[in-house]
T-cell receptor
């Protein structure tokens, strides 16, 4: 067991609503990255948080935002949900300073209807 | 910009046969390359990274900068190798910010 946990596991939202996904990083890890995985695709990098600051962002609009807390857990917030936001959302934690392996959570399946 | 291409979505081989999963990348600098694997009902996990030059579960991958490739190879496939395999690139010093390919689903036929 890697220790990275995500909640909830499944979620259904209506177009236009807002959603918050949560990720608890592995003990000792100070870096959390978020990915969106659409059906049949590889994970796409959304952004990374390192020591509570955003530290790199992929090609996602500003309505995708995040937070990292002092205990290094993290949230992904998506505003004004669109149907195309339906996907599996993955988080991965690592210790950037130590260049450790990244461990992934099991994902949150978001369905927008 | 960086891009990872895995040309085969599906690959089937017989048990005991050699297997090669192809990965090509485009990036102007010197990237870090990885292979991640996802077994049925399990989470994504690291299989190997090019900087460690390890052989994990009999798999190896060599970074070919001339051909911008990082193909994954195993001389004798086993049934337990059936899984989804993702090649990923990370730019240097970005702390595991991965750019993934679309993945190859490997089936090893008994």
């Amino acid at each position: 067991e890697t220790g990275v946990t995500q909640s909830p596991t499944h979620l259904i939202k209506t177009r236009g609503q807002q959603v918050t996904l949560r990720c608890s990083s592995q003990s000792g890890h100070n870096t959390v990255s978020w990915y969106q995985q659409a059906l049949g695709q590889g994970p796409q990098f959304i952004f990374q948080y390192y020591r509570e600051e955003e530290n790199g962002r992929g090609n996602f609009p500003p309505r995708f935002s995040g937070l990292q807390f002092p205990n290094y857990s993290s949230e992904l917030n998506v505003n004004a949900l669109e149907l195309d936001d339906s996907a599996l959302y993955l988080c991965a934690s690592s210790a950037r300073d130590l260049n450790t392996e990244a461990f992934f959570g099991q994902g949150t399946r978001l369905t927008v209807v | 910009a960086q891009r990872v291409t895995q040309p085969e979505k599906l690959l089937s081989v017989f048990k005991g046969a050699p297997v090669e999963l192809k990965c090509n990348y485009s990036y102007s600098g010197s990237p870090e390359l990885f292979w991640y694997v996802q077994y049925s009902r399990q989470r994504l996990q690291l299989l190997l990274r090019h900087i460690s030059r390890e052989s994990i579960k009999g798999f190896t991958a060599d970074l070919n900068k001339g051909e911008t490739s990082f193909h994954l190879k195993k001389p004798f496939a086993q049934e337990e190798d059936s899984a989804m395999y993702y090649c990923a690139l990370s730019r240097p010093n970005t702390g595991n910010q991965f750019y993934f390919g679309t993945g190859t689903s490997l089936t090893v036929i008994p």
